[in-house]
């Protein structure tokens, strides 16, 4: 039944993206994305193209087919008004040669279907090698439009040599989605049952990095030092299974106990645990997202240049790793009123221009 193309009523979108594979943050943007669309479109129906649909199914409820299925995603495609590729950070050769040929191809098949395309609040880069620059420029030149996630993506497609679709700076989709109060229920018993819930909390969220041990290792004392203040430290993976591991070499540095986030959390569950921490010292790019768009003041550490870009964007640095002016940075940050004001007003001027990508969108499928 999920796999189900037929009975189509309106319009069709087809998303191509990280999706089906155990990160919050990229299913973070599939929910985003569909759930803004369908605020100005009620009647929108959508495919995914995933890499576990019936996981998609039932984490989304919408529609999905296998991503390396050749026949699926030709008939989803065939039978689509829209192709969406992205968000997030799939055009990119830095993580595996083979993603960025996977997901342009894509679009080069709708294309070549006569469907519209747009690459949807994309963070771009870093592209290395030559034949994906080809990729990306003979493909991106073909694309119909192009939003963006910061002002360095808008530069780094320039530099490509993608100038012909018109391109919009917006922001990351995730900043369009709320927790409602069944979110906040659900995260209240998860803390109750560790006994947090009238804890003063420290969220960590690490990823695996090559990196970790050699400038991280300050990291465990400086978390002793806020739990001998009064503060709890949960650990809050990401991406399963390989940001618990990294999760656990860090704590197990530590003197003082830690705490873990075992539980599968939707994206909405995710947003509302965010909103009850005092402060989040993440490496992934959605983890300061979540926090941003919460209000909770943040240290990124940065293990990508996605990373920086998005802390510049709050008038922030990377976390230092050296352990006095690391301790400096994250005792600034917990100050009350400051931080976590400024963080709130800029997180509700991008929670504007993420819902903007949404009415472009459908205006490529009203305008055919």
């Known amino acids: 039944m999920q796999n189900s193309l037929l009975g189509a009523v309106g319009m069709k979108i087809v998303l191509s993206g990280y999706y089906g594979f155990d990160n919050a943050g990229d299913e973070a943007l599939l929910a985003a994305i569909t759930s803004t669309i369908r605020e100005l479109e009620p009647g929108c ?6 890499g576990h649909p019936r996981r998609t199914y039932a984490l989304h409820g919408i529609q999905a087919v296998h991503y390396m299925n050749p026949c699926q995603v030709i008939h989803a495609l065939w039978s689509c008004d829209l192709l969406i590729s992205g968000g997030g950070s799939i055009f990119q050769d830095v993580t595996s040669a083979r993603t960025l040929p996977y997901y342009i191809s894509v679009v080069a098949l709708a294309r070549a279907l006569g469907k519209p395309v747009i690459f949807y609040s994309q963070g771009m880069g870093p ?7 080809f990729l990306m420029r003979r493909i991106g030149n073909r694309v119909n439009l192009i939003t963006l996630r910061d002002e360095e993506s808008a530069r780094y497609v320039e530099s490509l040599g993608i100038t012909r679709p018109p391109v ?10 709320q ?24 969220g960590v969220s ?5 990196a970790l041990d050699r400038d991280l290792h300050n990291l465990p004392l400086v978390l002793d030092e806020l739990a001998e203040m009064g503060y709890r430290i949960l650990f809050i993976p990401l991406a399963y299974p390989e940001d618990i591991e990294a999760g656990q070499r860090v ?4 003197k003082s106990p830690a705490y873990f986030i075992e539980e599968r959390l939707s994206s909405q569950e995710h947003l509302a645990l965010f909103s009850r921490l005092h402060l989040l010292i993440g490496m992934r790019l959605h983890a300061l997202i979540f926090a941003a768009s919460q209000g909770t003041p943040f240290a990124g550490i940065s293990y990508d240049p996605k990373v920086e870009s998005f802390l510049k964007q709050f008038g922030l640095a990377p976390l230092d790793v050296e352990l006095a002016a690391m301790r400096k940075e994250i005792l600034q940050m917990l100050k009350p009123g400051e931080a976590r004001t400024g963080i709130a007003e800029k ?15 459908i205006g490529l499928i009203r305008d055919k």
């Open 45 to 50: 129906e959508f495919v995914v193209l995933s």
């Open 127 to 133: 592209i290395n090698r030559s034949f994906s620059k």
């Open 168 to 177: 919009v700076i917006t922001a990351d989709p995730v900043f369009s989605l």
């Open 179 to 202: 927790p409602d109060d069944r979110d906040q229920e659900r995260i209240d018993r998860v803390l109750l049952q560790k006994g947090l819930n009238e804890a003063k909390i420290i």
């Open 206 to 210: 690490l990823r695996r990095w090559d």
């Open 251 to 254: 704590a197990g540095a530590m």
């Open 347 to 361: 997180a509700a001027g991008l929670r504007s221009r993420a819902k903007e990508s949404a009415r472009l969108a």
